[in-house]
C-alpha cells in the first residue's frame, strides 16, 4: 500500500520529533545507547519517506538536502557500522528542525 505525499510529510514530521525528544538522552551514560538506536530508527524513517518523495515535490523544496537525506538512511540502514555517532548528534543538535520547519511551510 503506498503513502500519499501528506502521510509522507507526517511521517518525516513524527520521526524528527521522536528524535528531539530522545536528543537529550543522546548524552547520557543510562539512556544514551537506547537513545541513539532510537534516533537511528527515527533517521531511518526520515530518509525512506524522503526516498519514496516524487522528484516534483523535492524539486519545489530546493533548499533541503534530499539526496543527503535519503543517504543517511542508506547508510544507517545497509552500511551501520560507517555510521559516526558525532554525526549523528550534529543531525539531531542542528539540521532536524530547520528540515522540520522547511516541510511546515511547503
Given at each position: 500500500?503506498?503513502?500519499?505525499?501528506?502521510?509522507?510529510?507526517?511521517?518525516?514530521?513524527?520521526?524528527i520529533?521522536r528524535?528531539l525528544?530522545?536528543?537529550?538522552?543522546?548524552?547520557?551514560?543510562?539512556?544514551?545507547?537506547?537513545?541513539?538506536?532510537?534516533?537511528?530508527?527515527?533517521?531511518?524513517?526520515?530518509?525512506?519517506?524522503?526516498?519514496?518523495?516524487?522528484d516534483?515535490?523535492?524539486?519545489t523544496?530546493?533548499?533541503?538536502?534530499?539526496?543527503?537525506?535519503?543517504?543517511?538512511?542508506?547508510?544507517?540502514?545497509?552500511?551501520?557500522?560507517?555510521?559516526n555517532?558525532?554525526?549523528?548528534?550534529?543531525?539531531?543538535?542542528?539540521?532536524?528542525?530547520?528540515?522540520?520547519?522547511?516541510?511546515r511551510?511547503?
Amino acid at each position: 500500500m503506498s503513502r500519499s505525499e501528506d502521510e509522507r510529510f507526517a511521517d518525516i514530521l513524527g520521526a524528527i520529533e521522536r528524535c528531539l525528544e530522545y536528543a537529550p538522552h543522546l548524552h547520557s551514560d543510562e539512556f544514551g545507547s537506547m537513545a541513539y538506536d532510537a534516533v537511528l530508527r527515527n533517521l531511518a524513517v526520515v530518509g525512506e519517506a524522503v526516498r519514496s518523495m516524487p522528484d516534483e515535490t523535492r524539486s519545489t523544496m530546493p533548499d533541503v538536502p534530499w539526496a543527503s537525506i535519503a543517504g543517511l538512511r542508506n547508510v544507517v540502514v545497509h552500511e551501520y557500522f560507517r555510521v559516526n555517532p558525532d554525526l549523528v548528534r550534529d543531525i539531531v543538535d542542528h539540521e532536524l528542525t530547520d528540515l522540520a520547519t522547511a516541510i511546515r511551510n511547503r
